[in-house]
């Protein structure tokens, strides 16, 4: 075995076999106490439901990965670029950090009904509400990347007559990667939960809804077995986007730090 499949093996079967574990104690323990199914089901009755009513989870699956994906590139994009600005002026970041960290402090839950009395029902507003809460990371992750550079190299800059674009792109971009990619880990996940809580007041239609939407309505129908799948997809998903973007991240630092071998 390669060393690089032997990591990988060791980052995926320890949590693999522990998801084993839990489900198989999870249907005994079931079976055992005889514990009703509205209660709780087994993880039988939910893989039964997650294949009855796949259509049903996939459109939502497929609206939501959309809108949490949507919300979060928005958010990586208009953050990087606000924490550009907090970079350049110290007048412009004392003046506006605060209310970056308002995005933070007030409860999504809040001012999610008033997105939707502000810009309607839909696919729109579902991706404002994954962009609010998955922006802070990003503003605040990679301002910290690009202010935290080391004194004598922009000293190096100065005296070579550098302009301050140059010291933005060649010295304080470079540097701030590795907390841009801390900070798009964090807002991915963030994104998944945004959508979600978004859908639970956007809703859609009939044919057009996302996870958010089928949760609270198979929970108000006590159809657990079905809840408990949804459940399952969201996590499913969140881990999905959170994987895609940790691959990534990996991928560019490996490059981004890579030292070629001048010997020969």
Known sequence: MTPNAHSWSRAILPPLLLFVVVLVVWEVAITALRVPKFILPSPLAVAQAAWKYGPELRTGLAFTSGAAITGFLASFVIGTLIAIAFSQSSLIRSSCYPYAIFLQTVPIMAIAPLIILWF?????????????????????????????????????????N???WQVLWKLRLPNSVPAMCI????????????????????????????????????KEGLKQDRLFAAILASTLLGLAIFTLVNVISASVLSRWYH??????
């Open 120 to 160: 309607g029902t839909g696919f729109h507003s579902v991706v404002l509400v994954a962009f609010i809460i998955s922006l802070f990371p990003i503003i605040t992750n990679v301002t910290s990347g690009l202010l935290a550079v080391d004194p004598d190299l922009i000293d190096l800059f100065r005296l070579n």
């Open 162 to 164: 550098a302009s301050r």
């Open 183 to 218: 900070g798009a880990k964090t807002s991915s996940g963030l994104a998944v939960v945004g959508s979600i809580v978004g859908e639970f007041f956007a809703g859609y239609s009939e044919k057009w809804y996302g996870l958010g939407y089928l949760i609270p309505a198979w």
């Open 259 to 264: 030292v070629p071998n001048d010997e020969s």
